[in-house]
DNA sequence: ACCTGAACACCGTTCAAGT
DNA sequence: ACCTGAACACCGTTCAAGT
């Protein structure tokens, strides 16, 4: 058909869904999910933004397959051994995942659609959890409850610009400073901010821990009661 | 100045940032966030879009104001009574404000201005730790891992359609049917949810009472062990 | 089968101009 | 002081046309 000579321009792998989805990853955690427009993915895909469309359907199916590729990072829990080690790993594991894209928990609003990784950690969870003796609707309570804590405090992280327990601190410190006029509203943010967090900082992952072990005894403790 | 036959139109209120807010919280709880913008909202106002410019710096600015209305519709736990039942009340009335407004939850990502209403809802609820005997340490360790099991709680609830048990297992069973052909894989997903779920449903009501209790309870018991 | 140019119907935001 | 028209630099997506 075409002669070698007309195409002598830099050689491209050629485009596939997954090419496309691993592209746009990349491009939302190198600059941020407004960032991530089709034209803005085709460019550094060395193409035109019509050009996706033959591979998503849209920019929710785009959405649904980063989110799903998120879910591929994650550590699936065992079933038969220890379930407590083992759900804990997962929860770790699902967490540093969302650290790593720090745009897939904000994206999971209204996303009704769960691929093939998504489905396969939770099918483990479930299996986990029924082999460690848990009647069906405990599985249900104690899965939920997880996927809850872990979303819930993956988000919460994404509200303060500080990750260190010292960048923290440095932040408590300069919104105690900012506040200041407002502050004889809030004498419980004064002692517990201004008096310690502000100099302690927040260690994220500590308390992570505090409340995913919390929350574990207290189904293991229902576990046993049963 | 101007005579008063020049404006005969439609009187309107003036406008205020409080009035634009509280039309962006309508419009984006009738018709979602993706319909708020700034051109449909100005409408809505009866109005050009560049007016709106005079009561919020931008969309960043008009979504923080947005999300203290949310926080506004919250009942503070009061301090020196039953902690519990304080915390717990605070825990259902913030749920019942982000299922009022489900764009809420999505929209708190990234977000790092905290508006009066939100310090005011923190300032109490460190306010009825401290006031239980709570330690410092143990009060911000309590109180975000309650925000986070809230958080994220909300935000699964909005990855179904469906609301009520009913409606839930419809959907439940419709999925069975979708992805009839991978089920294979699942067998964990095959017995729980098409076992069960599919049947009696999915009471989101419930499951949140069930994990805020856990965490309640793990709480005090921490509380006590000191 | 895959890619593209042009076009459509939108966005948020700025700026100078009106009252 | 508050509002607006026109403009700028974008969006996602469709469609007919190219190879």
């Given at each position: 058909m075409s002669s070698t000579a007309t195409h002598t321009k830099r050689r491209r792998a050629p485009l596939s869904r997954e090419r496309v989805l691993r592209a746009a990853v990349a491009l939302a955690d190198e600059r941020g999910i407004e960032e991530l427009t089709m034209r803005k993915l085709a460019k550094e895909l060395g193409?035109?933004?019509?050009?996706l469309y033959n591979h998503v359907a849209h920019r929710g199916d785009l959405l649904d397959g980063m989110i799903d590729l998120v879910f591929g990072e994650i550590d699936p829990p065992a079933a038969g051994g220890d379930w407590k080690a083992e759900l804990r790993k997962r929860a770790v594991s699902t967490r540093a995942a969302l650290l790593r894209h720090r745009w897939a928990v904000g994206q999971?609003?209204?996303?009704t659609s769960h691929g093939p990784a998504n489905l396969k950690v939770h099918d483990a969870i479930l299996g986990c959890l029924r082999a460690a003796g848990f009647s069906i609707e405990m599985t249900v309570s104690a899965m939920s409850m997880q996927d809850a804590y872990i979303y819930g405090f993956a988000l919460q992280q994404t509200?303060?610009?500080?990750?260190?327990p010292e960048d923290f601190a440095a932040v408590a410190q300069q919104q105690m400073v900012d506040y200041a006029e407002a502050l004889a509203d809030y004498p419980n943010l004064v002692e517990?901010?201004?008096?310690h967090v502000a100099k302690a900082g927040y260690d994220y992952e500590a308390e992570f821990l505090f409340g995913l072990d919390l929350i574990l005894d207290g189904l293991e403790r229902r576990l046993s009661a049963r």
């Open positions: 193409v035109e933004a019509m050009s999971m609003e209204g996303r509200d303060m610009s500080s990750q260190t517990v901010v201004g008096g």
